[in-house]
């Protein structure tokens, strides 16, 4: 599902964001977008963050294993 890769990358992103911060103390979203209280800024740490949600959904999905298609109850 093309939601479903969209949620991944953006929940990879903020991942590899956090991580900046942690290990470098950069905030690559604030240093694009002009600070981390920007309305652009907000914006992607709340898609990033609802994104993180969506994804827990992907953990919980009883799927096949190579098809990607949900099983039958």
């Not at 991944?8 to 600070?35: E, K, M, P, Y």
């Not at 800024?41 to 827990?56: F, K, Q």
Request: glycine share 12%; aromatic share 10%; hydrophobic share 55%.
């Amino acid at each position: 599902m093309i939601l479903d890769k969209i949620a991944l990358f953006l929940a990879i992103v903020g991942g590899l964001n956090w991580g900046s911060v942690g290990l470098f103390r950069f905030d690559a979203v604030a240093f694009l977008c002009g600070g981390a209280t920007s309305v652009l800024a907000r914006i992607i740490y709340t898609l990033v963050g609802l994104s993180a949600l969506w994804c827990i959904s992907l953990l919980f999905r009883d799927t096949e294993v190579g098809t990607g298609r949900t099983q039958a109850a």
